[in-house]
């Protein structure tokens, strides 16, 4: 099992940037991937970005150029700097961890961005 908590949400005017953070306990040795989700009222959760063990990153379209996800030394955190936000970024961001014993997911921290 591998636990996820995420931080860093909040209220941002239209503009400014936000830093999530999420760590993962219990089998983190068994994580391969982790990324940032998100879903917004009324839309299906859409891939934000992700990174894999090895580096590799992926970036949901709307994100590229703006968002950069990165891993901690110790691999079992995930960081997602968001700069020039818009109020389309509103959305509840969730954690996500991809480990050989399935989908993980945290509980999620709000994001609000203000025009």
């Known amino acids: 099992q591998v636990q996820l908590v995420e931080s860093g949400g909040g209220l941002v005017q239209s503009g400014g940037f936000l830093r999530l953070s999420c760590v993962a306990s219990?089998?983190?040795?068994?994580?391969?991937?982790m990324g940032w989700y998100r879903q917004a009222p009324g839309n299906e959760r859409e891939l934000v970005a992700s990174?894999?063990?090895?580096?590799?990153?992926n970036y949901g379209d709307s994100m590229k150029g703006r968002f950069t996800i990165s891993r901690g030394n110790a691999k079992n955190t995930v960081y997602l700097q968001m700069n020039s936000l818009k109020p389309d970024d509103t959305a509840v961001y969730s954690c996500n961890a991809r480990a050989v014993s399935g989908d993980y997911w945290g509980k999620g921290t709000l994001v609000t961005v203000s025009s």
């Open positions: 990174i894999t063990n090895g580096g590799t990153t």
């Open positions: 219990g089998e983190i040795f068994s994580i391969y991937s």
